[in-house]
């Protein structure tokens, strides 16, 4: 337990970073585009390169290559450096193909993920802005390998604190952008050539110092690119076969992206301000305490139930695993409640800015707060598929995948038919909810007999003590944003003390109490930190 809430706090640290001036620039977007056409537009166009490479090589890297190259580095004489040489060479090259293509197809690209409502100058700018940020596929690729390896080696910082750079890098783009377009950068109809390339290409600038971070991290571990082309040295087949079952989970999954998008575009036509843009900022915001706090116990768990199950040690499996759960969920479960509770007053804080108005940021808010029942389980559910993955296991995750999109999928159907626009979004959170709450108690019944168990009642036992000693610090938050409410008028400033008394005291007395009830992750968490301060 130690040495993973050591190397999570390290990650936790470089991601907190990262998600912080990410929501900087997530604001200074929404301030120059809006949460309305503008934004859909860049937000459908900016999704593709990230679709593409999540599709060909993302899901890929986080359940083949990490357990294939700590098998090669135990295995092999030079310790797997030829290997990582010939996957970062064959890599690039595919990626630098990929990217080819996709900007020549851009214009049906876009086509895929936008509704027939779109008019021909939205659709015309989506595609203008696509052009610029599909170079990014390869930028992304590139710096995901680099990332890889350098997981592999117990090198976790640089990957989590590279992002900052892209961060700022963006910040500094969308500022000129908002500085020189004006209120016409928010209108597809009036925003100029010259202030969509100063976007685009500021886009894909910010990826490419990004990528440019990880590389030259890498080179300080004592990684040296020296291209190497063998096809059977490189065990593209043994790849292709434990990656074919993944490449099946993730077209899945983006087939139900797909779908969401779609229905979220059409409502976005009838309802503005209510349609891709709104989703995604309420998903990324959602995000924020799964990537700080999940993707770094993720991270670090992987390579160590890789080697686990290589040596045969299934008990140090379901340890780590039942470790994970818990060290994730201590903060993820007050978390999610305090979200459910202030989505609204974090989003107005966040995006009441510049073009875009108080009605759209509040409309974010109340996606945010539906997403917030969803980010335990939906966590949860990304440590289950680490399980599979130590195994060398994706047939199982894609099963579990098609399973959880079709309920998805079938939800998210039924809101578009029968809501009104204006509800649509927030019923797609709904339907994004309940699909991961179902996939997670079926991922966790397979996992478990994969395992010979998950140390089930150790987990349910301390979970729910953590929702027992979460719940008085929501009520206190709910408390707080009743009685802002009937004594100021909602605003970024009223927002902010929200946040800052109802968010801060119920997370203190949140772990006031955990800490009286003896919660042992939460012991850990605050006797770290007072050894911290003492120093």
Known sequence: MSRLLRASAIMAAGTMASRVTGFVRTAVLVAALSSAHMGDAYTIANAIPFILFDFLL?????????????????????????????LMTLGTIALVLLTVVAVLL??????????????????????I???????????????????AILNTRDRFAAPMWAPVLNNIVMIGVLVLYYLTAG?????????????????????TAGIAAQCLVLMISLHRVGFRFRPRFGLREARLGEMGRAASWTFLYIAITQFGFLVTTNLASGAGDEAPGGGPTAYANAFQLFQLPYGVIAVSVITAMLPRMSRSVAEGELASVREEFASGVRLVSVLLVPAGLLLMV?????TVLIYSWGNNDLDNAVYIGNVLQVFGVALVPFSIFQ?????????????????????????????????????PAQYVVMGLAFSFTVSYIAGTAVAWTLASRRAGGLNGRTVAGGLSRMYTAAIPGALIALGVLWLTQELTVLSPLSAAIMLAAGGGAGMLVYLVVAHRTRIPEVSSLVGMVAGRVRR
């Open 58 to 86: 993302g899901g890929v890297l986080s359940s083949v290559v990490v357990p294939m190259i700590v098998r090669r580095q135990k295995e092999d004489p030079d310790g797997g450096r030829a290997y990582e040489q010939r």
């Open 106 to 127: 851009a214009r049906p690209l876009i086509g895929l993920y936008t509704d027939d409502g779109w008019s021909d100058r939205k659709i015309e700018v989506a595609v």
């Open 129 to 147: 802005l696509a052009r610029f940020v599909l170079p990014q596929i390869a930028f992304v690729g590139i710096g995901a390998l680099a990332g």
């Open 183 to 203: 209120e016409a950068g928010a209108d597809v109809d009036r925003v100029s050539e010259a202030d969509l390339t100063l976007l685009g290409l500021g886009t």
């Open 342 to 346: 202030l989505g609204p007053a974090v």
């Open 383 to 419: 440590l289950l598929l680490r399980v599979f993955y130590a195994f060398g296991d994706t047939r199982t995750p894609a099963f579990v995948g098609m399973g959880n999109t079709l309920v998805n999928v079938a939800l998210s159907l039924a809101v578009a038919r029968f809501l």
